[in-house]
């Protein structure tokens, strides 16, 4: 959603950026306890987490491959999401209650560095979590148009697992 366009989502809610990892959490408490929408948290995912993510098969071959990632979610459900080339973060504020992941890409390997809520994108606490990602290796941003809380929560503790 462009973030012209109205949403119905409760302007109370607490922003988010980065993992329960940083917070000490274990991957099942980061589920039960860290709403991906609702909670506040910063840091960069540390290069042990255990993310699983693949291309779309269905897309191999075509001009689409190199746009759409999939990262597993603790549940185990795919999330797809749109790969946005770090030349182009800028544009990644202009959606709202969406989550930027942002991404170490080596050959086919990918790697998630943090997790950030629209919502904070371009406030001083997004851009200083964006810094730090970009000095951890950020090559590419994946986003996610995730419709309910519970499929953002879903992602983001399978990211941080």
């Known amino acids: 959603m462009l973030r012209s366009q109205p949403t119905d989502q409760p302007a109370d809610l607490k922003e988010f950026a980065g993992n329960c990892a940083e917070q000490g959490r274990t991957r099942v408490n980061c589920a039960t306890e860290c709403d991906p929408v609702a909670c506040a948290r910063t840091g960069i995912i540390p290069p042990s987490c255990r993310a699983k993510g693949g291309r779309l098969v269905a897309l191999e071959g075509s001009d689409l491959a190199n746009l759409f990632y999939c990262w597993t979610g603790q549940s185990g459900a795919r999330h797809v999401c749109r790969v946005i080339p770090i030349e182009q973060e800028a544009t990644i504020a202009d959606y709202i209650d969406v989550v930027a992941i942002a991404v170490l890409r080596s ?38 148009f995730g419709d309910d809380s519970h499929s953002m929560q879903d992602l983001t503790a399978g990211l941080a697992a």
């Open 107 to 144: 050959g086919d390997l990918r790697r998630p560095l943090c997790v950030l809520s629209t919502r904070i994108f371009d406030t001083a606490a997004g851009r200083a979590q964006r810094a730090r990602a970009h000095m951890a290796g950020c090559t590419e941003w994946h986003v996610y």
